[in-house]
């Protein structure tokens, strides 16, 4: 472990012995909450999809799930019609809020394949539960073939009529974040050497990288274990880390798999030079050489995991 910082999140999910009739009040709920029937959106408030390339069409991909928690067997075995409406405002804010560039996923691109009861509308869905139902669930069948590898899409939903029944606090609307990989997607352990003509900095290896689409032959570079979108270097004692300011975007020819090109997507008048490497789709392993500026760079990328 270096001088970075690792966050451990330890969840512990609590799952009720009863399905479709709830006994127990949830965590966080109010007293107003109890005894009433709720519905929620199940995987409020995102959920992110990721797929790697396909041409044909991937069936039956669930986007969310609507929940109906019946306070009652009475309540249960009663029909109850909810209604959702398409929110893209809610898209435009999390762009805001999380410096991405999801866009509402064209109609054209997917078709519904929902459980039955569930109509599509102009403006959303309609949920109708039948007697003893206490879930449906949302699903597309989605064209691979009409994807712009160079995007990334979204949907918004949430809850607008009720006929009665009880939204839940905090699941009443969902983003469903839906992202396409390339090839060179994913997440890497990097070794190599990076040398500073200046002879103050070095290489700080190994490191975690991730590589994320940016287009069907590109991905961009994102140091993860520094948690920055910028090539970081140590100084020759080791005691302290450098931001050289160099954003780093790789472009692969997709017939050969080598290198073609590196750029910065945060400055594209940086120059590189010396530019070679090769993407290895058996190990999914890549090379990369480049020299911008001070540095020169020399890496062995071992592919990890899938982002």
């Known amino acids: 472990m270096k001088k970075r910082y690792i966050y451990l ?12 009739c709830r006994k ?29 390339p396909f041409t044909g069409v991937k069936e039956k991909i669930q986007l969310f799930s609507v929940r109906k928690d019946a306070a009652s067997a009475a309540d249960l075995n009663t029909a109850s019609k909810v209604t959702l409406v398409s ?14 560039d999801y866009e509402l996923l064209p109609e054209a691109i997917y078709t519904l394949a929902a459980d039955a009861g569930v109509t599509k509308t102009a403006t959303g869905f309609t949920i109708d539960f039948a007697a003893g139902d206490f879930s449906k669930n949302i699903k597309i069948n ?33 983003i469903v974040l839906i992202s396409i990989k390339n090839a060179y997607d994913g997440v890497y352990t990097v070794d190599g050497t990076c040398v500073d003509a200046n002879g103050l900095y070095k290489g700080d290896y190994p490191r975690t990288f991730s590589l994320t689409t940016a287009s069907t032959t590109a991905v961009s570079v994102y140091d993860i274990d520094y948690d920055f979108d910028r090539y970081i270097v140590i100084n020759n ?4 880390a450098a931001n050289t300011g160099i ?36 190990d999914r392993s890549v090379t990369v050489k480049w020299t911008s500026g001070r540095w020169t760079v020399s890496e062995k990328w071992t592919f990890e995991e899938e982002r």
């Open 142 to 174: 989605l064209n691979g073939s009409l994807w712009d590898l160079s995007k990334k899409y979204a949907v918004a939903y949430k809850i607008d009529q009720t006929n009665g029944l009880y939204k839940k606090k905090g699941s009443e609307s969902i």
């Open 247 to 282: 954003g780093l975007k790789f472009d692969f020819d997709p017939v050969t798999n080598n290198l073609v090109s590196v750029s910065d997507p945060f400055s594209p008048a940086r120059v590189f030079t010396n530019v070679s490497g090769k993407f290895n789709p058996g």
């Open 87 to 100: 929110d893209p405002a809610a898209i435009t804010a999390y762009n805001t809020a999380n410096g991405t």
């Open 24 to 52: 127990d009040s949830f965590e966080g709920e109010s007293a107003a909450d109890k005894g009433v029937t709720m519905v929620k959106l199940l995987e409020a408030p995102s959920k992110s999809l990721y797929f790697t």
């Open 9 to 20: 999140l330890l969840s512990i999910v609590l799952f009720g012995t009863t399905i479709g």
């Open 237 to 240: 004692a080791g005691t302290s």
